[in-house]
């Protein structure tokens, strides 16, 4: 099969097109035809190295974390999934989405629903199963005040909405351009770099340093702080990182909420496997709004 990955730690020069064996699913597992995998920050950070003390990877190793697609085996031990059905997940340790086929967990896989595209099913177990575990942490609540630090991208802009949905007042902060964005979200909007105007009741950061380091002077007392751009800084501040559940119970929940309308993921950008590099750096930069989707079939 086809895939796309990197042969060492570094810059995008790194990375390159791989023809390796389609993969066995083992005990627990499914084997899928991926259709979509999202794009996220994390995948670069991977491939950079940043990651190398808590993502276990061989090299070469295949990008992408999050997929959408089609079981065409099932390994043993599974229940619940059959050849045919149409499922998203989180990929299992040692396999990448960015492939024309790839192995779940069926314990971090989930069906998806008819009304939900393939393109956007791809981008819920990272991105808005980062916002909904982050979320879950902080346990605000209704009319409360959430500031978002970094909130124009695929995580910040599934917390404005899931934040709204349950009554809570949500303040994003993020560049001037993703300011019709944001505010379309029900969301009060900052630009980066200018003071928040209020006092906060939690904060989920997508950006760390001196700009999580400011916003923690401007929430009340004792108000919780979740990072995912910076959990150490976080965690001095008497805040966390984020826990992920990434159980097929969790998966489910996000697909039900896509398929209700309480969350609409942005898909900004679609492009084919073949452009894989570009998708990638479209993230890496900075410059997406929304979620970025590689389409593979």
Excluded: C
């Amino acid at each position: 099969m086809i895939a796309y990955g990197f042969s060492e730690y570094g810059g995008p020069e790194t990375e390159y097109f791989l023809d390796i064996p389609i993969p066995d699913p083992g005990q627990g597992q499914l084997l899928i035809a991926v259709h979509a995998a999202g794009v996220n920050p994390a995948d670069w950070k991977v491939r950079s190295g940043n990651r190398k003390d808590t993502v276990q990877t061989v090299l070469p190793a295949v990008l992408g974390r999050e997929v959408a697609g089609t079981v065409v085996q099932v390994g043993t031990h599974v229940d619940g999934f059959s050849v045919g059905d149409q499922v998203f997940g989180a990929t299992a340790s040692g396999h990448g989405g960015y492939a024309q086929y790839t192995v779940l967990n069926a314990a971090n896989a989930a069906h998806k629903p008819d009304s939900v595209s393939f393109a956007v099913a791809a981008t819920l177990p990272v991105a808005a199963g980062t916002a909904y575990d982050a979320l879950d942490h902080l346990a605000l609540h209704k009319k409360d005040t959430l500031v978002v630090l970094g909130a124009g991208g695929g995580v910040g802009s599934a917390a404005l909405q899931l934040a709204h949905a349950d009554g809570i007042s949500t303040i994003g902060v993020a560049s001037e351009g993703k300011k019709e964005w944001i505010e379309s979200l029900g969301a009060r909007f900052v630009a980066s770099g200018t003071p928040l105007g209020g006092t906060a009741d939690g904060i989920f950061d997508l950006v760390g340093g001196d700009v999580l380091r400011d916003a923690a002077t401007r929430t009340a007392p004792g108000a919780p702080i979740v990072s995912v751009a910076d959990p150490m800084l976080a965690t001095s501040l008497g805040g966390s990182g984020v826990t992920r559940d990434r159980s097929a119970a969790a998966f489910t929940r996000l697909a039900e909420l896509v398929a209700s309308g309480v969350l609409k993921p942005r898909v900004e950008n679609v492009l084919p496997l073949e452009r894989a590099g570009d998708a990638l750096a479209l993230v890496e930069t900075g410059h997406a709004t929304g979620k970025v989707v590689i389409e593979v079939s």
